[in-house]
């Protein structure tokens, strides 16, 4: 390689370490529309959720500074794969099932979810707020609804923070306190 080779691979790779720097930023920092709904959440913890060995999101939690499982915390997932809304409504009600909603209540719910919740695609992102008396929806930085009931908001953000969920690993990612 010439020495011009040299200075262009150098100037190439410098030049693409610059463009991670805004993707490594935001990825701990929380999305305009949720810093302006709730500002004193801070980044938590991130993980992955693999089904059979693909990645289908990468989750991110900002919660306050004592307590990440009161809300008001809020769960980002930025998705890896294109998924129908409908799956995800579909996907939450089968989670939810584990935390003693009822039918009704599961039904219910699983509506209003598919009724906000959109289709995805790489690089999409849901974020959830949980408020004391209810769940605030984003997509893309978009608000894009409500689902109102402090039981709701605290049976979906179960999903991931109760003890009882069905991904331990990726909870304890979520609640690993910043340094």
């Given at each position: 390689m010439s020495c011009n080779s040299n200075w262009l691979m150098r100037r190439r790779d410098a030049g693409l370490a610059l463009l991670a720097l805004p993707l490594a930023a935001w990825a701990k920092e929380a999305p305009g529309a949720l810093t302006a709904a709730a500002p004193n959440l801070r980044p938590w913890g991130s993980g992955e959720f693999r089904r059979f060995g693909f990645l289908v999101y990468e989750a991110t939690l900002w919660a306050g500074d004592t307590a990440p499982v009161k809300p008001p915390l809020a769960l980002g997932l930025t998705y890896k794969r294109?998924?129908?809304?409908?799956?995800?409504?579909?996907?939450?009600?089968?989670?939810?099932?584990?935390?003693?909603?009822?039918?009704?209540?599961?039904?219910?719910?699983?509506?209003?979810?598919?009724?906000?919740?959109?289709?995805?695609?790489?690089?999409?992102?849901?974020?959830?707020?949980?408020?004391?008396?209810?769940?605030?929806?984003?997509?893309?930085d978009q608000p894009v609804g409500d689902i109102a009931g402090a039981e709701f908001a605290q049976t979906f953000f179960a999903i991931w923070l109760d003890p009882r969920t069905s991904e331990p690993k990726l909870r304890d990612a979520l609640l690993k306190r910043p340094a």
């Open positions: 294109n998924i129908d809304g409908k799956a995800i409504a579909d996907a939450s009600v089968d989670q939810m099932r584990r935390f003693d909603a009822t039918d009704a209540q599961l039904a219910r719910w699983g509506d209003q979810m598919q009724a906000i919740f959109p289709n995805v695609k790489p690089g999409d992102q849901i974020v959830g707020l949980q408020l004391p008396d209810r769940a605030r929806f984003f997509f893309n």
